[in-house]
């Protein structure tokens, strides 16, 4: 069965940086686009960012210029680069397959895994 399994997440204080990283079985993990996705306490699943199986990325408004995607094929490891942490990036942060903010929102599915929480305070 394929699995994601999300691991870098911690405490760290407001303008601090943490590397999400989010390791996979995924056969198809290179031409797979892929995403990152998350979920603040007693809030719904809000989409982060995509990559695509050619580099290309997308963020969503609330994190851009701040965090970075990118991907290694041949670890099949998909990354999140998470600079100048606020405290409302405070959430837990799920990779998954795919690249629809509207269907990734009506998540969490099956495939992916139990995600990784980042917690920003001072």
């Known amino acids: 069965q394929e699995r994601l399994v999300e691991s870098g997440g911690g405490l760290v204080q407001p303008g601090g940086s943490l590397r999400l990283s989010c390791a996979t079985s995924?056969?198809?993990?290179?031409?797979?686009?892929m995403s990152w996705v998350r979920q603040a306490p007693g809030k719904g699943l809000e989409w982060v960012s995509t990559i695509d199986n050619s580099g290309t990325t997308n963020y969503a408004d609330s994190v851009k210029g701040r965090f970075t995607i990118s991907r290694d094929n041949a670890k099949r490891t998909l990354y999140l680069q998470m600079n100048n942490l606020k405290p409302e990036d405070s959430a837990v942060y799920y990779c998954?397959?795919?690249?629809?903010?509207?269907?990734?929102?009506?998540?969490?599915?099956?495939?992916w895994g139990q995600g990784t929480q980042v917690t920003v305070s001072s």
């Open positions: 995924r056969f198809t993990f290179g031409s797979s686009v």
């Open positions: 998954a397959p795919g690249g629809n903010p509207s269907i990734l929102v009506g998540g969490p599915y099956d495939q």
